[in-house]
Each structure stands twice: as C-alpha cells, then as structure tokens.
C-alpha cells in the first residue's frame, strides 16, 4: 500500500516542486505515453510524469530516441494529458527540433504547449543550447533541463557509458546546472553520472535535481515507465529496480486467452449474450 501525504490531492506545479526540495521531500517522476497508463500512474499519486522522448524506443521500437518526431510527441502528449489530474506533465522536445537554432526551438515548444496542453517542456544540453532555453523561457513556457548522459547524443559519445567520471566533463555539468538554473529552468534531470556528483549539483542548486542512474542524493528520481514494470526486458542496467514483471504477467495472459479460443472454452454460455 502506498501512503499518501495530506495534500496528494494537489495540482503539482514547476513551484510545487521547488517547494517539495526546500522541505526536503522527495520528487517521483515517470515515463508514460498514452491515456491509460498516465491515468493508472497519475492515480498512484506519481509527482511529475515526462512524456520521454525514450516513446521512440518502448513505442516505435526504434534503436535510438532520434527518429521521433515533433508530431509523434505532441500525439504521446495529448494522450497523456487526457489521463492526468495531479501529475505535472513534461514534454522531450525531439531530436532536430530546438538544436541549433532557438526560433525554431521555440516554434517546437509553442507547438508542443498549443495543441497538447502539457506544462511544461525538456531539453538536452548546457551551454550549446543556451539561446534554445531563453527563447523558450522568454514565452513562459517552464523548461527543465537534462544534462549528464543525453541520449539525443549518442552519436557524438558513442557509448552509454557513465558521464563525468573525469575532473574536465564534471565540472562542464556543474558549470552547466548552475547556467541552466541562472536561465530560469524550473528543474533539471542528471542521467548516468556519479552519485558524489549528482549530490554535489543537488546542494548547490536551489531547483529541484532528479536523477536516473545518478544515486540517492538528488532530490528525486525519474525511471522509464516500460522498464521498471518489466514490460521491457531487454533493458537491466545497475540503476534499475523492477517493480513488477508484467512481460510475463501478459505473456502467460494471452496464452491462456489463445488456449481458451482454440479449444472453444471462450466465450462461455455466460458470455454470450
């Protein structure tokens, strides 16, 4: 059974949040992608949801998160707004959608605010992506931030290794977290990076850090929807703990239903109408 606080009930804003790391709360964010799991994640009292770009892998069943689409997250958004009441919703802006040109970054977040109703948005990156931010941000549209792994580069790192184990890449994130707070994001999510540094970003910043794969120091923590129900089981790295396994849940289901139809015990008379 899961406890409650006396406010559960409550709307999550971008200043809930901040308030819930000024007080020492932890923040719980999941992936979801569609009605029925945010109803189901919402319900279970879920802080944040991130309508995760990582929809490309668990959804599309595409290798990387690069080949999804703007009009493929504001879909996922849509759905997922339709199914929440309590949880903030972030929206990953895609791959190609705000790199390297901020007009376009704040077309993409318009976009994304207009026609799914999500409240706020995420980006990968630091400094590189700084006019990105601001120009976001000068609409009044809440960014969170992600530094630390992204997988949108993957390409460049060539492997999804562990980030900032050398002196020169840690203090980019440090430099970078602090950057991205001075800016105005509301939040900021640390993937796959040491827990000695995550925790460091986390006391040094006054906005919440929720980290993946980055230790119990930050003031939160996000995991992937698909991965910590164990529908996804190609996936175990360290930093995942399943809660369920619902691969095999499902599987010996339908088998059961295939058995079912193929014997004619289903439907039965009571079924029938």
Do not use: W
Not at 20 to 49: F, H, N, P, W
Not at 144 to 149: A, I, P, Q
């Amino acid at each position: 059974m899961s406890t409650n606080t006396i406010d559960d009930k409550r709307k999550v804003t971008t200043r809930r949040l901040v308030e819930m790391k000024q007080r020492g709360e932890k923040i719980s964010m999941l992936t979801a992608y569609d009605y029925s799991s945010a109803k189901i994640i919402d319900g279970a009292g879920i802080d944040v949801i991130l309508v995760g770009d990582s929809a490309s892998n668990v959804m599309a069943g595409n290798v990387t998160t690069l080949p999804i689409t703007l009009d493929q997250m504001i879909y996922h958004a849509k759905s997922v707004m339709k199914g929440t009441k309590r949880a903030l919703v972030v929206v990953d802006l895609p791959f190609g959608s705000y790199q390297g040109n901020s007009k376009e970054a704040l077309a993409s977040a318009i976009r994304i605010m207009k026609e799914s109703h999500a409240e706020a948005v995420k980006l990968e990156g630091g400094a590189e992506i700084k006019e990105s931010v601001e120009r976001i941000l000068s609409a009044g549209i809440p960014v969170m931030g992600h530094l630390g792994l992204t997988p949108q580069s993957i390409n460049k790192f060539g492997t999804y290794n562990v980030r900032a184990r050398e002196k020169e890449e840690a203090d980019k994130l440090i430099a970078d977290a602090k950057l991205l707070e001075e800016l105005g994001c509301f939040a900021i999510v640390l993937e796959k990076i040491p827990a000695e540094l995550a925790e460091k970003v986390a006391s040094e910043l006054t906005i919440p850090i929720i980290g993946i794969g980055a230790g119990g120091g930050t003031d939160g923590q996000v995991l992937v929807m698909h991965d910590m129900l164990g529908i996804n089981q190609g996936f175990s790295p360290r930093f995942l703990r399943r809660y369920a396994d619902l691969a095999t849940i499902m599987h010996d289901a339908v088998g059961r239903y295939v058995e079912d139809v193929k014997s004619g015990d289903f439907p039965s008379p009571d079924e029938s109408y």
